[in-house]
């Protein structure tokens, strides 16, 4: 969803984070879960909260 709000294409972001395309694209799908590491690098790289990656909004305090 982030990627594509930012008109980034999986390769682009593939490059910038040194994994395949394919990678990412299973990330995207579900088909496989990101590591800790790659979730700080996914974090940084949009500049979004690991919460928000995950969850799909930021965390709130209760």
Known sequence: MIRKERNLNQLKVAMDLNISREALSHYENGKRDPS???LN???EYFNVSIDFLI???EFEKK
């Open 41 to 43: 690098k996914l974090s």
């Open 36 to 38: 800790l590491d790659m």
């Open 55 to 57: 969850n799909g909004k």
